[in-house]
């Protein structure tokens, strides 16, 4: 389809491990967004892209959260040495670019931290 | 983080009737968007506004962008059952681009 996609949709990992959550933003869109949502509550904003650049990461709650998008479309979201804590829904969206305001989400990576 | 106020948490409705729900924020927002999400999947967009006291609708669905800019309503006309979901209001304020959310209206409708 022409929606954002995100894989994998599904991702067990056990505590201290490394993880790799990717993005595939709708074709065209220039502005890619990361954000994380705890069961029962509203996502809340982690990082944003401009093209390749980050343009705003002040919502990566620590430095063992990164991201990456190197050619200005796919993009990674890292963490490292999962917590327990990370568990949650990573969902990424994207918008056609700087300065629109309509955001298209992706299905979600649901994340659980053993 | 920052959140905004979302009401009610949740509604129990039968089929046909009209639903309203709100959301407020002791900040100015410049856009106000709403989504619904269905389990396991994203947020979908629904409704966007850009100017205060604009009125927009969508089929059945029909939004408002408060005047103080501090708060949004989401009204559905004439519920179905596929209107079940978790909608969310989300803000934008000026120069920025991370949306803030709300925590989100759960509706349910009775057969």
């Known amino acids: 389809g022409a929606g954002v996609s995100q894989t994998p949709s599904n991702k067990v990992t056990e505590k201290g491990k490394y993880v790799e959550l990717r993005c595939d933003p709708i074709s065209g869109h220039t502005a890619l967004y990361w954000y994380r949502q705890s069961l029962g509550q509203g996502p809340e904003f982690l990082i944003y892209?401009?093209?390749?650049?980050?343009?705003?990461d002040s919502g990566l709650p620590n430095d063992r959260f990164f991201a990456v998008r190197p050619e200005g479309s796919v993009s990674t979201l890292k963490i490292q040495r999962t917590e327990r804590g990370d568990s949650a829904v990573y969902l990424c969206a994207s918008s056609l670019r700087q300065g629109t305001y309509e955001q298209y989400f992706g299905p979600g990576t649901r994340l659980t931290v053993t | 983080g920052q959140q905004l106020n979302q009401s009610p948490q949740s509604m129990f409705i039968q089929e046909g009737e009209d639903v309203s729900m709100n959301c407020t924020s002791s900040s100015i927002f410049n856009t106000w968007l709403w989504y619904k999400q269905d389990p396991g999947e994203g947020p979908v967009l629904l409704i966007a506004l850009y100017k205060a006291g604009e009125l927009t609708s969508n089929g059945r669905l029909t939004a408002q962008f408060g005047i103080t800019r501090k708060d949004s309503f989401l009204n559905i006309s004439a519920s179905i059952p596929s209107d079940v979901g978790i909608y969310f209001c989300?803000?934008?304020?000026?120069?920025?681009?991370?949306?803030?959310f709300g925590q989100g209206t759960r509706l349910t409708i009775n057969p």
């Open positions: 989300a803000g934008l304020e000026r120069g920025a681009q991370k949306l803030v």
């Open positions: 892209f401009q093209g390749t650049g980050a343009a705003d």
